[in-house]
């Protein structure tokens, strides 16, 4: 491996201005475009993310690469995926000026990650980013789902996501993202960041959230997307109990009733206490509820006035 980076190759407050100010580029709110100006909170990052020698990095919004060249000091490679045109066409001079002795271990995709599917060299074995806010937990969950070799994720977001992410079942903030998440990984809380080392500063706070992949996927018979297709109908409708929230999904209330009580699931249960494997279980048994409720109609006479 080449030598240790020397560490004023990191950028710090008046280095990101500059940049910005040599490249034209003003932060914009719609791509939610917060720079990290503070080299102790990239490292801190690099730390808690646990990145080792040996790991393949994706970051998804390098910006201007602050956390790209934190990333680079210790990872074996790193791979940024940009969306903005400035900033990708930007990047890679600054990784070859501040750390050329890393610059042929970086590459740069010029995408938007929601779209990516493969990545060039070795198949990422974590992902470390500055997620854009408005964007978070679609990104996350597209990555984790598309590159199943990330073991190890984590991610600065705004607190208030961080906290539906790690949310546990019996939280009022434990939702979709929290039971999709639980599908790929073992979520918690990994630390806040504060305000001040973002350039601009944001007007919310801002947290780490750390994902470890599953060893053994959530077991089912179901797919991803009929367990997604549940989710979604549960929390779309998060006050009603399952039975009234499921009934279009599994086709009418007596239908969704069987699936629960098949599933082991009380019909007036809510979608904010079941965990993503009781989940996994009513979709399993969504034919047993249509079947069961088609059993149950009355049956039709041929004379009249008869029920």
Request: hydrophobic share 45%; no cysteine; glycine share 6%.
């Amino acid at each position: 491996m080449s030598s240790t980076p020397s560490s004023d190759a990191l950028l710090g407050p008046a280095d990101v201005r500059e940049l910005a100010a040599a490249l034209g580029v003003r932060p914009t709110k719609q791509r939610g475009q917060n720079f990290v100006i503070d080299a102790n909170t990239v490292r801190r990052i690099v730390r808690t993310a646990e990145v080792r020698p040996d790991d393949v990095v994706v970051e998804v919004g390098p910006g201007l690469g602050s956390l790209t060249l934190a990333l680079l000091e210790v990872a074996d490679r790193v791979t940024a995926v940009e969306i903005d045109d400035v900033l990708a066409s930007a990047l890679p001079a600054t990784i070859a000026a501040r750390m050329p002795e890393r610059a042929e271990r970086f590459a740069l995709v010029h995408s938007d990650a929601m779209h990516v599917t493969e990545l060039p060299g070795p198949a990422p074995t974590a992902l470390v980013a500055n997620l854009p806010y408005n964007v978070a937990v679609p990104v996350l969950l597209h990555m984790l789902d598309t590159f199943p070799g990330i073991e190890r994720t984590l991610v600065m977001v705004q607190s208030e996501v961080a906290d539906r992410l790690a949310a546990a079942p019996g939280s009022k903030v434990y939702g979709v993202p929290s039971v999709k998440a639980n599908w790929y990984a073992e979520v918690k809380r990994a630390g806040a960041i504060g305000r001040n080392v973002f350039w601009p500063a944001p007007n919310v706070d801002s947290g780490l959230v750390a994902l470890t992949r599953r060893t053994e996927p959530v077991k089912t018979t179901a797919t991803k997307s009929e367990v997604f297709a549940v989710v979604d109908a549960a929390f779309a409708q998060r006050r009603k109990t399952l039975r009234a929230a499921l009934a279009g999904w599994a086709g009418s209330a007596a239908a969704a009733e069987a699936a629960l009580v098949a599933a082991g699931v009380s019909p007036q249960a809510r979608g904010e206490s079941l965990t993503v494997e009781e989940f996994a279980r009513i979709a399993e048994n969504r034919t047993v509820g249509a079947q069961s409720a088609e059993q149950s109609r009355p049956v039709d006479t041929e004379e009249p006035g008869l029920q």
